[in-house]
């Protein structure tokens, strides 16, 4: 008959480690129950947000407008694919309300399309900030509150049109889970023609004084026709003065608009120096009585501005 003389069991010092170790494995696991949820639920949230994104743009491409942050057939609430979280709250709607008119006024191409700019921007850390955008949507996360501020006020209000920059980072607390569209992307998605106008020179030759001097600016963008005006905000490098003055830009009935392409063509001064120019290149999205410079006030049609500095060298 066989023994087991050599088989033992286990002592309790070893059945007490081995508990202890269980023990160690089974708090870890729970630990990492809660971010692992908290990760999945960003997830997941992330693509509700994008789901939202492209029903309001589809929408919109179809009305000429943004929705309101309202329920009715108008409202985010009804645009939006998911309009809480995979927490459960309310997503936060923020939009530039220049897109979104309100009754009796009524959107035309031009409520998108017309315009250039918005009065929304996103501060993404602490040295970049997103400009033009034209909606977001936010989600608090698994915070109880917003963690995005106004940059004016620190408050951030409830779903609606908004006119400030909005600071999306933080410290301590999760931050919200945010996304947007720009103006550029929006124009883009829905069909708008005319590409953002921009002055594709970055720089002017340089002449010599009492010489002829020849300079060819280019533009990129825009709905044709394509029509350029120059400004001498100082002194004026050239001879002739009545055509480049101070602010001539600015009077639409009294500056002169230059068809495109623009050359500059013309004679230089006796005098050497360095020499700046603000040139202003506009398109024909707009009605000649309604463009004037492209000002901080008259953003609302395709145009772009850039200061050159003509060097005049001696003879």
Not at 97 to 107: D, V
Not at 137 to 154: I, L, M, P, Y
């Amino acid at each position: 008959m066989r023994t087991l003389k050599n088989h033992t069991g286990f002592t309790l010092v070893e059945l007490a480690v081995v508990l202890v170790i269980i023990g160690l494995l089974v708090g870890l696991g729970s630990s990492m129950v809660g971010p692992m949820t908290n990760f999945v639920r960003v997830r997941e949230t992330r693509d509700m947000e994008d789901a939202n994104l492209q029903a309001i743009v589809s929408w919109a491409s179809s009305r000429n407008m943004l929705p309101n942050a309202g329920s009715t057939e108008t409202g985010f609430k009804t645009v939006a694919k998911s309009p809480q979280d995979a927490w459960g709250q309310d997503f936060l709607y923020l939009y530039d309300g220049n897109f979104s008119p309100t009754l009796p006024a009524l959107p035309t191409k031009d409520t998108i399309c017309g315009r250039r700019s918005t009065a929304m921007k996103l501060a993404l850390d602490a040295t970049t900030t997103l400009n033009n955008v034209a909606f977001a949507v936010f989600s608090r996360a698994d915070n109880t509150a917003f963690q995005s501020t106004k940059v004016s006020d620190g408050a951030v209000p409830v779903s609606g049109a908004i006119a400030d920059t909005i600071q999306t980072y933080t410290t301590g607390k999760n931050p919200d889970v945010v996304r947007w569209v720009t103006l550029d992307e929006l124009r883009s998605k829905i069909g708008c023609q005319g590409a953002p106008l921009k002055i594709v020179n970055n720089e002017l030759p340089s002449g010599k004084a009492a010489s002829g001097y020849s300079a060819a600016l280019t533009a990129d963008g825009g709905v044709p026709a394509i029509e350029w005006c120059v400004e001498t905000p100082t002194s004026n490098p050239f001879t002739d003065s009545a055509l480049f003055s101070p602010n001539a830009c600015n009077d639409p009935t009294n500056s002169t608009w230059l068809p495109d392409p623009l050359t500059i063509s013309k004679t230089l001064s006796n005098t050497a120096g360095s020499y700046k120019l603000i040139v202003y290149v506009r398109d024909s999205s707009h009605g000649a009585a309604t463009r004037t410079k492209c000002d901080a006030a008259n953003l609302n049609y395709n145009c772009a501005q850039k200061t050159f500095v003509i060097t005049v060298n001696s003879q």
